[in-house]
């Protein structure tokens, strides 16, 4: 019904940047939130930021002041700028919406295949 197609990610030496982004299609009436998790190594998935229809944004608390969501309404995507990487940002980074489809009444979760993002030097 919804999917989700994200870019970018890869290999960055700590210290340096990497852009993220992620576009939604199929059937949507409206997305809610959409947002970034991410699953480190041997760790189980955690939130790293969301942002709302409105522009609302929440970060984890790792990642303020280093990380920056935005999203295009009209694109149906949603961007997330990372700085200042660390080795521990090392992780898959999944993408998320909650999507109200003009097929079911009611808004559902879906997510993104993950893309790995590795911070080494």
């Known amino acids: 019904q919804v999917q989700l197609v994200n870019s970018g990610g890869g290999l960055v030496q700590p210290g340096g940047s990497l852009p993220l982004s992620c576009t939604a299609s199929?059937?949507?009436?409206?997305?809610?939130?959409m947002g970034w998790y991410r699953q480190p190594p041997g760790k189980q998935r955690e939130l790293v930021a969301t942002?709302?229809?409105?522009?609302?944004?929440n970060y984890a608390a790792s990642v303020k002041g280093r990380f920056t969501i935005s999203g295009d309404t009209a694109e149906n995507t949603v961007y997330l700028q990372m700085n200042s990487l660390r080795p521990e940002d090392t992780a898959v980074y999944y993408c998320?919406?909650?999507?109200?489809?003009?097929?079911?009444?009611?808004?559902?979760?879906?997510w993104g295949e993950g893309t790995l993002v590795t911070v080494s030097s």
């Open positions: 199929g059937s949507i009436f409206t997305i809610l939130t």
């Open positions: 998320n919406a909650h999507v109200l489809t003009t097929l079911t009444p009611k808004p559902e979760y879906y």
């Open positions: 942002i709302t229809s409105g522009g609302t944004t």
